[in-house]
């Protein structure tokens, strides 16, 4: 696999990480690494363009959870595959917080393959992440938009 950083927007603290390949067993914990590297250069939001990934396992799955973890200021637990019942026992007790039922904020997904847009389906990720088929909408979408006030 090959993982490619780029930053879209100078002075901001957004970076997109392409991936181009296949996410596996053999490589996930090196998407792991590079994200935590970003966080702890004070980036904080992130597109994980899937444009070019075309296979991802449950190891990659489980990478694209500890990602998002980090982006939330959270340890990952463990750097090793899980089940597909801890991806969904984990996404519920996620949903049970105080942003149940609102998609991860600070990590974006842009444009899975259809093969990896499927296992995002079945294992029940698609609604913890908003996904976006233009890298300007998924950028745009990290700035917050206030209600106006209440007169």
């Not at 990602?67 to 019942?85: C, E, M, N, T």
């Amino acid at each position: 696999m090959k993982i490619i950083v780029s930053v879209p927007v100078q002075d901001k603290p957004i970076r997109v990480i392409s991936l181009e390949g296949a996410l596996d067993g053999s490589n996930f914990e090196c998407l792991i690494d590079e994200a935590q590297k970003q966080y702890t250069a004070r980036v904080r939001n992130l597109v994980l363009d899937l444009d070019r990934l075309n296979f991802i396992s449950s190891a990659g799955l489980s990478a694209i959870h500890q990602v998002a973890l980090i982006f939330r200021d959270k340890k990952p637990a463990r750097k090793q595959v899980v089940s597909w019942d801890e991806f969904r026992w984990d996404a519920y007790r996620q949903g049970k917080g105080s942003s149940a039922g609102l998609p991860h904020r600070h990590v974006k997904l842009l444009c899975p393959s259809a093969n990896v847009r499927q296992s995002l389906d079945t294992i029940g990720f698609t609604p913890l992440f908003e996904i976006f088929e233009d890298l300007q909408q998924a950028l745009a979408s990290f700035r917050l938009r206030l209600p106006a006030a209440a007169s």
